[in-house]
């Protein structure tokens, strides 16, 4: 089985910053796309950032310029670091993985969700 635990989430005023920390375990072969999701009360979970293995990155319009996303292939994590924080930032924040586990199969997996809060 594959885990994704997340870390990092809290309590920011405006303009402030945090970084968000994911990391995958379990019978793990390969990963591929990992990213960033959130869910705020009322809505649906949208997306914030995804990143390839190799690099190659994609951000929520609402992201850009504010948030950066980066992974460590060797450690199986993937961080995201948030700045100017607004409080329609203010979600749930859930990682997700592609993982190719150690017998060659394929699914996608989710972490339990991580909550900050953007006050004004």
């Known amino acids: 089985q594959v885990q994704l635990v997340e870390s990092g989430g809290g309590l920011v005023q405006a303009g402030g910053s945090l970084r968000l920390s994911c990391a995958a375990s379990?019978?793990?072969?390969?990963?591929?796309?990992m990213g960033w999701y959130r869910q705020a009360r009322g809505k649906q979970r949208e997306l914030v950032a995804r990143?390839?293995?190799?690099?190659?990155?994609n951000y929520a319009d609402s992201a850009k310029g504010r948030f950066t996303i980066s992974r460590n292939n060797a450690k199986n994590t993937v961080d995201l670091q948030m700045n100017s924080l607004r409080p329609e930032d203010t979600a749930v924040y859930y990682c997700?993985?592609?993982?190719?586990?150690?017998?060659?199969?394929?699914?996608?997996?989710w972490g339990q969700g991580t909550q900050v809060t953007v006050s004004s």
């Open positions: 379990g019978s793990i072969f390969s990963i591929n796309d």
């Open positions: 990143i390839t293995r190799i690099g190659s990155t």
């Open positions: 997700n993985a592609y993982v190719v586990s150690s017998s060659y199969t394929g699914d996608s997996y």
